[in-house]
């Protein structure tokens, strides 16, 4: 008698699926927590710029000994646009908001309407259309979002020119996502990795004597920020960023931010010892309800 073998979901497949998204939220959202460790010992652009140097200085050697393929200067246009907006444009505008008073509560609320954005800019960028499932899956991470950081939000210091910062930091990762998808999904992550992070480097030092001065303090504290946030959020967040870019539509990638201002919010939780109240687990909880409908609707 013969045996019929039904092919059913693994496990398997299921943490395969969530492995890259699970890794990204941790380092990423716990990169917010470790710049709080470095710029009390450097100005912004100071640490931006060395952070981008080192991780592009990371990535040239590895790429030289696995002999990874050289970009033709087409391709290495377009990584570099991309890499300007995702990675400059948003660090800039995200550090020197936080910098000049912004809380960054409302700072994350703001970079918080990225998917959204991403959601509705898709279909005409990249041709992804969203159902009806999945956009009320992104409203819902949107409202889980502001449960989450709403209460520690601070109005006083909402100036014009930081909420502008902050804006800027929202483009720049909105349209860098989407400009990655159409133009570089598949673009070598150590090579493409290593020419955004210089174009970053670049773009940022030739902005520093327009925001603030060079300085740095050579203490534990910022050694131990300024590597972590070249090694673990420069290099591993961001390729595990463009892994997922490459392998789903930009528009369920983007539904993962939600859940870095949760991750933000448990690291300061274990570090900071900062409070993490029944608001914010039941945000927590409508995040990942809002981040399951648009992945899976």
């Given at each position: 008698m013969s045996t019929i073998t039904v092919n059913k979901p693994t496990d398997r497949g299921l943490l395969k699926s969530l492995t890259f998204p699970f890794f990204f939220v941790v380092l990423y959202g716990s990169g917010f927590v470790g710049a709080k460790y470095g710029l009390p010992y450097s100005t912004p652009m100071s640490f931006l710029s060395l952070r981008?140097?080192?991780?592009?200085?990371?990535?040239?050697?590895?790429?030289?000994m696995l002999k990874v393929a050289v970009p033709t200067w087409q391709?290495?246009?377009?990584?570099?646009?991309?890499?300007?907006?995702t990675v400059a444009m948003f660090s800039i505008g995200v550090f020197v908001s936080i910098?000049?008073?912004?809380?960054?509560?409302?700072?994350a609320l703001i970079i918080a309407l990225q998917p959204i954005l991403v959601g509705f800019?898709?279909?005409y960028m990249v041709g992804e259309k969203l159902t009806l499932i999945q956009w009320g899956g992104l409203v819902s991470g949107l409202a889980g979002v502001?449960?989450?950081?709403?209460?520690?939000?601070?109005f006083s210091m909402a100036s014009a020119v930081p909420i502008t910062m902050s804006v800027l930091g929202l483009l720049g990762l909105t349209f860098g996502n989407l400009y990655q998808k159409k133009f570089c999904s598949n673009m070598n992550v150590i090579s493409g990795g290593c020419i955004q992070s210089f174009a970053s480097a670049v773009?940022?030092?030739l902005l520093l004597p327009i925001f603030d001065q060079y300085r740095l303090e050579w203490t534990v504290e910022f050694v131990g920020a300024l590597l972590y946030m070249s090694v673990g959020v420069s290099i591993g967040a961001l390729t595990l960023l463009y892994l997922m870019i490459r392998r789903g539509e930009v528009s369920k990638v983007a539904s993962v931010?939600?859940?870095?201002?949760?991750s933000a919010a448990v690291a300061s939780y274990l570090?900071?010892?900062?409070?993490?109240?029944?608001?914010?687990?039941?945000?927590?909880?409508?995040?990942?309800l809002g981040v399951f409908l648009t992945t899976k609707g």
């Open positions: 981008f140097l080192i991780a592009a200085a990371i990535l040239l050697v590895v790429a030289r391709e290495f246009w377009h990584i570099s646009v991309a890499g300007s907006l910098d000049m008073g912004l809380s960054p509560a409302l700072s800019l898709a279909r502001a449960m989450v950081v709403g209460h520690n939000v601070d773009i940022c030092l931010f939600y859940l870095v201002p949760v570090i900071y010892n900062e409070t993490f109240d029944a608001l914010t687990l039941v945000g927590t909880a409508v995040v990942a």
